[in-house]
C-alpha cells in the first residue's frame, strides 16, 4: 500500500482522532481551522485510502476479568510456511491474544495475551503450545504493571 501523502491538516485530524475516535467533525474544524464539511471529506478520504484502519473502543481488561498480562515469545518446530500460516490463523482466532507479531531473532512470535488468572494462562498454554508439535519451546514474562499501553503513532511529516 502507497503512503498517502499527508498535510499537517491531515495529521492535525488524525491527532485528534487517535485521541478520541468519538471527537465530532465539528470540534476537530474548530481546533485545526477549518469548516465541518472539509473536516469530514478529508476523514472520509483517510478512511478509504487506509490510513484510517478502524474505529474501536478501547476496553480496560482489568473491568473485564482479564486482570493478566503476559508476553509470550514463541519458536516454531520448523520454518515452514504452512506451519507458519497455520500457527497465525490460530492466533488470530484466539480471543486471549491481543497482540501476535512474526518476529526475527531467537523466536519466530511475540505473543501480548491476557487472561483472568494463572489457571486460565495455563488452559491457554495446553492448548496452544503443549497440544502443537509445531512448536518447539517458548518464553513467558508475566506484566506486572504496564507502564505505556499506547495505540497512537507519531504524526511527523516525512523528511
Not at 76 to 88: G, I, Q
Not at 91 to 118: H, P
Amino acid at each position: 500500500m502507497r503512503t498517502p501523502d499527508l498535510d499537517d491538516l491531515d495529521r492535525a485530524i488524525l491527532d485528534r482522532l487517535q485521541r478520541d475516535a468519538r471527537t465530532i467533525a465539528e470540534s476537530i474544524a474548530v481546533e485545526v481551522g477549518m469548516s465541518t464539511a472539509a473536516v469530514q471529506r478529508r476523514i472520509k478520504r483517510l478512511r478509504e485510502t487506509g490510513v484510517i484502519a478502524r474505529e474501536v473502543a478501547v476496553l480496560n481488561p482489568k473491568a473485564l476479568g482479564q486482570a493478566m498480562t503476559f508476553i509470550v515469545e514463541v519458536e516454531m518446530e520448523r520454518e515452514k510456511s504452512e506451519v507458519l500460516d497455520a500457527f497465525r490463523y490460530q492466533m488470530d482466532a484466539d480471543e486471549n491474544v491481543q497482540q501476535c507479531y512474526y518476529v526475527t531473532g531467537a523466536y519466530d512470535f511475540v505473543l501480548i495475551v491476557t487472561a483472568r488468572d494463572m489457571a486460565d494462562f495455563e488452559e491457554f498454554t495446553q492448548r496452544t503450545f503443549f497440544d502443537n508439535g509445531n512448536v518447539r519451546r517458548f518464553t513467558t514474562s508475566i506484566v506486572m504493571r504496564p507502564v505505556k499501553v499506547g495505540l497512537t503513532l507519531p504524526l511527523r511529516p516525512r523528511a
